[in-house]
């Protein structure tokens, strides 16, 4: 080989690079489009994608093609635990994220996600999530340097299990269960073996028996294919709170004109009304799949419901309490919520006072 071809190919490579340095540093040609990139870790088959794509489509529309989206899916540039940071310092300039998971910075918006007993709509949810955050300025503070572009809840989830019914809330003891942390202690009382693990894992670890089931909706039998490894749903009230779940990064947002960042002002209800519909639809279609393939349904007692409620809440409020030792009144936000929330589901913003 010739010597010099190593040093030749070197020089080539750096020369390469420096053109596409060059490139990179061009800027784009100036059309009167802001192009945004917004990115989740779904696929674009995803529920929460197609509402992402609805709303794509309304921002591209009603800004008459000044505001181009282009999305990144299945989590090529934003990672899930650190999203939030990512956004503020502009990684991409729109993303999904999920405070609720986060462990620090966060306290409050992931404790109050359990406070939203009797919010049973994905509507209310979002209602009661606004009310608590308009009260408490904690909310604002630590979501700093954000904008947020949409809020999101949830369907309530059941249980899901692999061989044995549970048709009352006896019938969890002694049975291995897959919840989210919220929900850990409240099993725990329950006599439940809880575990916490990805829900990616799900599926092996029910189809191995290393779990007996899991608290999930039956959008679940469809997008992580319980169908094929449960036989048993039991239908019941899992309470589930709304968050923040949207964002763009505040540096981002203000280099918008004005009439840019009020279409993605009118996109927000937009968007929370997509992600709301595209999740009933999942919940449809997991259960038409799950009774397709056999899956048996039961149904908790009132009087079984009404015991989960009071132990849901009775965790809840000592979740709010732990909050003091960050400085935060978690427990006025509680209180809050539960001034909020009237006895057929609706919500009015009301602030129960000392």
Request: aromatic share 8%; glycine share 8%; net charge negative.
């Given at each position: 080989m010739n010597q010099s071809s190593p040093s030749l190919l070197l020089r080539a490579m750096a020369v390469l690079a420096g053109l596409l340095g060059l490139a990179a540093?061009?800027?784009?040609?100036d059309d009167g489009v802001v192009e945004l990139v917004y990115a989740t870790p779904y696929s674009p088959a995803h529920p929460f994608s197609r509402a992402d794509q609805r709303w794509i489509?309304?921002?591209?529309r009603e800004s008459g093609g000044t505001l181009r989206i282009r999305p990144s899916w299945s989590g090529a540039l934003l990672s899930s635990e650190h999203s939030m940071e990512e956004l503020r310092h502009g990684v991409v300039d729109?993303?999904?994220i999920t405070p609720i998971y986060v462990k620090g910075g966060v306290h409050l918006i992931r404790i109050q996600s359990g406070f939203y007993s009797g919010a049973a709509t994905i509507e209310s949810q979002v209602a009661l999530y606004r009310c608590m955050a308009a009260g408490n300025p904690q909310f604002e503070h630590e979501l700093e340097g954000l904008k947020i572009l949409a809020v999101q809840g949830g369907s309530l989830p059941g249980i899901v299990t692999r061989d044995k019914p549970v048709r009352s809330l006896d019938d969890l003891k002694g049975m291995r269960i897959r919840v989210p942390t919220e929900l850990l202690n409240v099993m725990r009382d329950l006599g439940a073996d809880p575990v916490n693990m990805p829900m990616g894992d799900v599926y092996s670890a029910l189809a191995k028996g290393v779990i007996d089931g899991l608290v999930a909706p039956t959008d679940t039998f469809r997008a992580l294919h319980l169908s094929e490894v449960s036989k048993y749903y039991t239908r019941m009230r899992v309470w589930r709170g709304a968050y923040p779940a949207r964002a763009m990064g505040a540096k981002r947002w203000n280099s918008l004109s004005e009439a840019q960042r009020a279409v993605l002002d009118a996109?927000?209800?937009?968007?929370?009304q997509a992600l709301a519909e595209e999740n009933r639809r999942a919940l449809e279609e997991g259960w038409k799949l799950a009774e397709q393939t056999g899956v048996v349904a039961h149904d908790l007692s009132a009087a079984d419901q009404l015991r989960f409620d009071e132990l849901y809440l009775r965790e809840a409020e000592a979740n709010a309490q732990s909050l003091e030792r960050y400085g935060i009144d978690g427990m006025k936000v509680f209180r809050?919520?539960?001034a909020s929330v009237g006895a057929d589901g609706?919500?009015?913003c009301r602030e129960k006072m000392e």
């Open positions: 540093c061009s800027p784009a040609p489509e309304f921002v591209e729109i993303g999904l996109g927000i209800p937009v968007w929370e809050m919520s539960r609706s919500v009015t």
